[in-house]
Each structure stands twice: as C-alpha cells, then as structure tokens.
C-alpha cells in the first residue's frame, strides 16, 4: 500500500517473500496473502490518487521547470492522461519507478477517477495475485526463474520505454498544439452560458 502511496518501497519482494513462505511452510494461506496484496495495491493507489490530485498539480506547477517539467509539458502530460491514463495506469503496474509515481501522476494530471479506479483495480489484481499465485505454485523454482525472466522482462519495458520517449519527443511540438486546443476548447465550452 504505502509502496502504491509514492514511497520507494520493496512490494514485489514482500510479496514474494510472503508467498514463497506461504509455499513452504503452510502456516499463512495463500488466499490471505493475494487479499492482502491486492488490497494494499488498490488502496494504495487510491491514496495515491487523491494526494496528487489535492496537491500535485501545483507542486508540478511550481517545480516543475526544475525537472523539465515545463508548462506546455504539463499541459501534455494531462493530455495524455486523458486519452491513455488508463493504459499507462495498468501497465505502470507492472513496471517498478513507474509503480511507485503513477497514481500521483494520474491523480496531479486529474484523469477521471472511475478509470483511475477501475484500470488501477484490474492492474493490482493482475501484478499483486498474478505474482502472489505464481510465486506459491512455483514455489522455490521462482528464484530460478526470476533473474532470466526479470532480465527479459526489463530489456522488453526498457525497449518499449525507450520507443515511448521517442515518439513522443518526436511529436511533442504536435501533441502540445493538440492539447492546447483541447484545453482551449474546454474553457469555452465551459465559459460559454448554459
């Protein structure tokens, strides 16, 4: 949970840890350990979620220039929340920094809560059950397992990271005129008298 808050926190190794002694020892239930995981994930997120939407923006607003963060690039960021917060939410699941900023990002970026919700939901389900139910019928085949996978696993995230940043310093000139139009049109949609 705290891990899914914006705190740099080992979850998938506790998770593991905690099903592999749910594998070994029998002395927790593995459904126990999947409620629990999956809870805090949620949870966690939806803390998450609500801390960046309360306070995030404006920290970005205000700081943001230190990092790069410039205003049109803000202004992007909400852009591509709203057309594919729901992806970047659910994948950002799986991938380990990512995990640990996305509900604040999404939250701070102000996607709508019910997709926040629902692609947070099945992404904790799949990454917190996923790990906690293969972890426990692998059991100590998982360390063996683990270093080949999380190697082919990183190298395709790095990859597809990679294709990401590309495309998107390659179009970020096209996306931001996109996104000022959409936010231009939304003010006037919202001015206009009703």
């Known amino acids: 949970m ?29 459904r126990w350990v999947v409620v629990a995981a999956v ?17 995030g923006f404006r920290v970005l607003q205000k700081y943001g220039a230190r990092i790069g963060l410039s205003t049109e690039r803000l ?9 594919h917060g729901g992806l970047v939410v659910f994948l950002g699941r799986f991938v380990a920094v990512l995990r ?14 019910k997709s926040f919700l629902w692609h947070n939901a099945l992404g904790g389900v799949f990454w917190a059950g996923g790990y906690s139910v293969a972890t426990y019928f ?23 990271l990679g294709v990401a940043l590309f495309f998107l310093k390659k179009n970020e000139k096209r996306l931001t005129e996109e996104a000022l139009k959409e936010a231009e049109a939304e003010d006037h949609a919202g001015s206009a008298p009703g």
Request: glycine letters at 14%; proline letters at 4%; a neutral charge.
């Open 39 to 55: 809870t805090g994930a949620i949870m966690g997120d939806n803390l998450g979620y609500l801390i960046g939407r309360s306070i």
């Open 138 to 160: 692998l059991g100590k085949e998982i360390f063996s397992l683990s270093g080949p996978l999380a190697i082919g696993i990183g190298t395709i995230v790095v990859i597809l």
């Open 2 to 30: 705290l891990e899914s808050m914006g705190l740099p926190l080992p979850a998938e190794s506790l998770i593991i840890g905690a099903s592999l002694y749910a594998a070994t020892t029998h002395h927790i239930e593995i």
């Open 100 to 113: 640990v900023f996305v509900a604040l990002l999404a939250g701070a970026n102000h996607m709508p809560w």
């Open 75 to 83: 202004l992007l960021g909400r852009y591509l929340f709203k057309r």
